[in-house]
């Protein structure tokens, strides 16, 4: 659907790219439909066969990091690339005939950015909180049992990424 020429201006400067820009701009949409934080949209690529499928990958495929995703969205809106590329999808989609070609099509990109944004805000609040409860009950315990109740303890005691962040604001 794709080629890597038109996504040329999106490949990081310096460095062997990871994945290529278009499938980094599918993730990011994915991302965006599921309401995924980068660490749990880079855990579908390696684990979803049909994500895999979407994007192309093989079944073996063993994905990417999660911070490439935030360091392409970077690197996306510097370029003012963001408008190109969903023009560029939903040309694809129409030529394929997934989009009627009479059809009213949001076509800003930064709601889905700012969207994906804050989900990996939202988790890394979470981390730091777990990371500050850790350290806590590591100096004083007995301060942490008698100021933290059961619910903050059961959410903050594993790693954020492992909870299903939230659907609503």
Partial sequence: MFNDQAF???FPARGQPAATPWRLALVTVLQFAEGLSDREAADAVRARIDWKYLLGLELTDPGFDHSILSRFRDRLI???AEMPLLRQILEKSRQLGLIRKR???RTDATHVL???RNMNRSELIGET???ALNIIA???PKWL???IDGPWYLKYAK???SNRSPQSK
């Fill in 8 to 10: 040329e201006p999106l």
């Fill in 78 to 80: 510097e370029g003012g």
């Fill in 145 to 147: 049992a008698s100021n």
């Fill in 159 to 161: 790693r954020f990424e």
């Fill in 138 to 140: 590591t100096v004083d």
């Fill in 103 to 105: 059809s009213d099509i």
């Fill in 129 to 131: 909180l777990r990371a």
């Fill in 114 to 116: 700012a969207s994906v």
